[in-house]
């Protein structure tokens, strides 16, 4: 299987929280809501890799999404901190969007997510 990243390095050396059934529980619901709804998963698949891709590029490539969905996507991932946002000054103007380091560490985990479904075939 494909991995969605080359290879992703920590942001900084952390100690690791040391997390109880309850924390885990609060803090993974807490992650699950920066993800959550039907597009920002395909945005980010899009955008892995530090791929920098314009408002059109990621229009064309998600099938079935509005431009007002698309929009509105790209800024709660932008205010969550996982998206970042260039505005060009050129004419016409040119906006892209590309993942924030700290968007890029989710790739790992996605990549869990993928091999842990894969599991499915298996069973």
Request: glycine share 6%.
């Given at each position: 299987m494909p991995s969605t990243h080359q290879k992703v390095s920590?942001?900084?050396?952390?100690?690791?929280k040391v997390h109880t059934p309850l924390s885990?529980?609060?803090?993974?619901?807490?992650?699950f809501s920066l993800l959550s709804g039907r597009w920002k998963l395909l945005i980010l698949f899009h955008l892995f890799d530090g791929k920098v891709l314009r408002f059109s590029d990621?229009?064309?490539?998600?099938?079935?999404?509005s431009q007002k969905?698309?929009?509105?996507?790209?800024?709660?991932?932008?205010?969550?901190?996982?998206?970042?946002?260039?505005?060009?000054?050129?004419?016409p103007a040119?906006?892209?969007y590309r993942m924030t380091a700290w968007g890029q560490e989710l790739c790992p985990a996605l990549d869990g997510l993928l091999r842990w479904s894969d599991l499915k075939d298996q069973c």
């Open positions: 920590p942001l900084t050396p952390t100690i690791r885990a529980a609060i803090d993974t619901e807490g992650c990621l229009e064309r490539r998600i099938t079935g999404i969905m698309l929009a509105q996507q790209l800024r709660r991932l932008e205010a969550d901190g996982i998206v970042q946002r260039t505005v060009h000054s050129e004419l040119r906006v892209d």
